[in-house]
């Protein structure tokens, strides 16, 4: 298996997020997702592609449908079928036939779609993006700036390491306490004298975006760790650091 299917049962929408035998490989600060010869077997070869230039941080980019419509044959031949974007992980549109993209070996893909309102999103959510808050920011964008609204849109929090697997130390812990008012961590117990806690990351960004003003029947999460599944995912942590990505992805047709 490729890839796992996402949004499958929305209508106007193809999302997905691969597993490690559709993984692509690259330097941890330079990956791309550019996997031709899945795009051809999933039917994406004629869309245009976004590849954002992941560094863990809150930067979101808006690709306008009015912007694409502007640009000419030559222009579009230039671009090669895609464009990157560097410094960015969050990426929205409300063109059809735009391809976002992100990469992944444990951060969280977060994957939002408005049908009413023909609006996409997609959120590289590491814990240093989701204590800073980039899908509560990525919500509010995509309202103002797209029209999306906030009791039509559907939220997918896609596979990544859960809670029984992602250790942390106090730091990490203590600032997701100190900016969001509430612990999404426990103590592990340890014989070393070292504080550690398991984070649930998943739980975190799903309470961002109800407290964003998604209604909680509105957003669904994956069960799929990327740790613990070593079967079907890549895993920086359990690897020891890993140059393969897997990708996601979200196009409306």
Same mark, same amino acid.
């Given at each position: 298996m490729k890839y796992l299917d996402i949004f499958e049962k929305e209508e106007g929408v193809q999302a997905f997020f691969t597993t490690k035998e559709g993984a692509v490989e690259g330097s941890p600060d330079?990956?791309?997702?550019?996997?031709?010869? &899945?795009?051809?077997e999933m039917g994406l070869?004629?869309?245009? /592609?976004?590849?954002?230039?992941?560094v863990h941080g809150t930067n979101i980019e808006v690709i306008k449908a009015a912007d694409m419509q502007r640009l000419t044959e030559e222009e579009l031949q230039k671009l090669n #079928? #895609?464009? +990157?974007?560097?410094?960015?992980? #969050?990426?929205?549109?409300d063109a059809k036939n735009?391809?976002?993209?992100?990469?992944h070996a444990d951060c969280l893909p977060v994957y939002l779609y408005d049908a009413k309102n023909g609006v996409i999103g997609l959120v590289h959510a590491g814990w240093r993006g989701t204590v800073a808050g980039i899908v509560p920011?990525? +919500?509010?964008?995509?309202?103002?700036? &797209?029209?999306a609204g906030r009791d039509h849109l559907k939220i997918h929090i896609g596979p990544g390491i859960? /809670?029984?697997?992602?250790?942390?130390?106090p730091e990490v812990a203590s600032r997701f306490l100190l900016e969001w008012g509430s612990s999404f961590s426990k103590p592990v117990?340890?014989?070393s004298d070292e504080e550690k806690y398991l984070l649930d990351l998943k739980a975190a960004v799903k309470q961002q975006a109800i407290n964003a003003g998604i209604p909680e029947e509105n957003i669904e999460t994956s069960t799929h760790?990327?740790?613990c599944e070593p079967e079907l995912f890549c895993s920086y942590r359990r690897e020891g650091g890993t140059y393969m990505r897997m990708g996601a992805g979200i196009v409306m047709r």
């Open positions: 330079g990956t791309v997702f550019n996997n031709e010869q &899945l795009f051809a070869t004629d869309t245009f /592609k976004v590849w954002p230039r992941q #079928g #895609g464009i +990157i974007l560097p410094d960015t992980d #969050g990426i929205m549109t735009v391809l976002l993209t992100t990469v920011q990525a +919500i509010r964008r995509m309202v103002a700036v &797209l029209g859960s /809670k029984c697997c992602f250790e942390v130390g117990d340890n014989d760790c990327t740790f």
